[in-house]
RNA sequence: GGAGAGGUGGCCGAGAGGCCGAAGGCGCUCGCCUGCUAAGCGAGUGUACGGGUAACACUGUACCGAGGGUUCGAAUCCCUCCCUCUCCGCCA
């Protein structure tokens, strides 16, 4: 229905700023991990132009003396014109092959240019550069030595890691009897407050996705080897709700007064962890799938910075309600992600670990998935479309949320007490104890 | 999965090789008119990329589901794919 091929799509950069701002863009990436040669892009730039330039000269005098000819009645008097006209059409035929090559070659350096970071973003390179903002709660001290929840969970008999191996392979879960319930719980919990006091609209989306559609939030061409893939269709599990909400209006021209748009839904998140072998291998952190409510926004562009904070805010109200200790990072430029121009975490305290955990990401995209997906705005019905803003965050990961809750509120005895919050969600339910 | 019918502008809907970026209607925008948020009248009304301008004007190219082909010339003919609808089958 909004049909338009891949090669159509726009560059995630807008080409004419690229060309007339090269020093700046090459500057901004070469702060992360950017390791794009802008030489090319120059080259193959000017020769598309050029191309382009020879291609539409001719296809103007092929038109015009088409038109000639086709209002001449007796064909033999042009002879002559229809001869030449058949190399002119061979000449555009291959101009347009070689532009055609130039153009994928074009696309195909523009797909894979990560999004410019914000000036306001910590410089750095990873994770241990980025900037704590703030910590809300304090970590309850133990007089005994926390447990992890793998622990808990099996010995609850909520977590099942061994079946769900023999079911499927490494890196899934089971939960059963409370602990699945505890996992609804949460998610019915966070759907109810994003959607009756934060004014989002919930979503069920399609689980499977397009080649466009994951092109579209940045997932594709760069990170194919990170998603699960269906080969017949040619599917795509998504890794998260954010590729399907953000590309609910792509190819479409919003009005001003729709704007903003508020997403949430809850979706499961497959995801091959390539590449992290080793990494958090016991447990629910790290999964090739899980839960997860995602929130999502379009905005106006000059609204997408105060919109990043109050989807962060949302965010963090799921962790003040369920009284768990967090603390919020703002990430450097080189640890920010393909899409992001700014982005902040959300980590959450787990006595198990020791340690603060990432459990929610808040990102402002700004044009760049506006731009791949061809998502725009019209200010009033006479002005030109501009794209919108996109802002996406986890509002939270609900596997890493139960993680969280069975390590907080565990007891001495292997018991976990429920947040409050939670309860009426758990039919009342105040304590887990062992099934 | 089998059989058939279709996909045209924001929407409805004509067009069946050149005069078609595309009739007509609806909607929308601007103006007029009418002493009551109705009706009427007139004009305008897609997107992208390029040239041009102080800015308009103006102008070139492309787009009638997508991709390829035939032709001097394709919304119109041919091929492939996608999607929608109807009937049958199957199923939650």
């Known amino acids: 229905m909004f049909g338009e091929s891949l090669t159509e799509a726009l560059p995630m950069l807008d080409i004419k700023y690229l060309r007339d701002h090269l020093d700046t863009v090459r500057e901004n990436l070469a702060r992360q991990k950017s390791t794009a040669d802008f030489s090319v892009?120059?080259?193959?730039?000017?020769r598309r132009r050029e191309l382009l330039g020879a291609s539409e000269q001719l296809k103007a005098e092929k038109n015009r003396v088409s038109a000639l000819i086709g209002k001449t009645k007796d064909k033999s008097q042009v002879r002559g014109e229809i001869e030449r006209m058949k190399e002119v059409s061979n000449e555009i035929k291959h101009l347009d092959d070689d532009l055609k090559q130039v153009e994928d070659e074009l696309q195909a350096f523009l797909l894979n240019l990560p999004n410019l970071t914000e000036e306001s973003c910590p410089p750095g390179e990873g994770e241990a550069d980025n900037v704590e903002v703030r910590r809300w709660g304090t970590p309850k001290s133990f007089d005994f030595t926390p447990r992890p929840h793998w622990e808990l969970g099996e010995n609850l008999g909520i977590l099942d890691f061994e079946r769900?191996?023999?079911?499927t392979g490494a890196r899934f879960a089971l939960y059963r009897g409370a602990g699945a319930r505890l996992e609804r719980a949460l998610i019915n919990f966070m759907l109810d407050l994003h959607t009756q006091e934060h004014g989002y609209t919930e979503i069920i989306p399609p689980f499977l996705v397009n080649r466009e559609t994951m092109t579209g939030t940045g997932q594709l061409p760069k990170f194919e080897a990170d998603l699960f893939h269906t080969d017949d269709p040619d599917y795509f599990l998504i890794p998260t709700a954010e590729v399907p909400l953000t590309n609910i209006h792509r190819g479409e021209i919003l009005a001003a007064d729709e704007l903003p748009r508020y997403f949430t839904a809850y979706t499961p998140c497959f995801r091959k962890e390539a590449g992290s072998y080793g990494k958090d291998v016991r447990g629910l952190i790290r999964l090739h799938q899980?839960?997860?409510?995602e929130l999502v926004k379009?905005?106006?562009?000059?609204?997408?910075?105060?919109?990043l904070e109050k989807l962060l805010a949302n965010a963090e109200e799921v962790l003040k309600r369920l009284g768990l200790p967090y603390r919020v990072m703002d990430l450097?430029?080189?640890?920010?992600?393909?899409?992001?121009?700014?982005?902040?975490?959300?980590?959450?305290w787990l006595p198990g670990q020791g340690a603060y955990r990432e459990i929610s990401?808040?990102?402002?995209?700004r044009d760049f998935q506006a731009r791949r997906a061809n998502i725009r705005f019209r200010r009033s019905p006479q002005e030109k479309p501009e794209f919108v803003h996109a802002?996406?965050?986890s509002g939270l990961a609900v596997g890493r949320t139960l993680v969280a809750v069975l390590e907080n509120g565990q007891q001495a005895d292997g018991s976990v007490v429920i947040p409050e919050a939670l309860r009426p969600y758990m039919n009342g339910m105040e304590k887990i104890e062992k099934q």
Do not use: Q
């Open 391 to 393: 802002l996406n965050g």
């Open 298 to 307: 379009y905005c106006l562009p000059e609204d997408s910075g105060t919109e």
């Open 164 to 167: 769900a191996g023999k079911l």
């Open 361 to 365: 990401s808040c990102s402002n995209c």
């Open 41 to 46: 892009f120059s080259t193959l730039e000017s």
């Open 290 to 293: 899980f839960n997860k409510v």
């Open 332 to 348: 450097c430029r080189g640890d920010i992600g393909f899409s992001a121009a700014r982005t902040f975490d959300i980590e959450v």
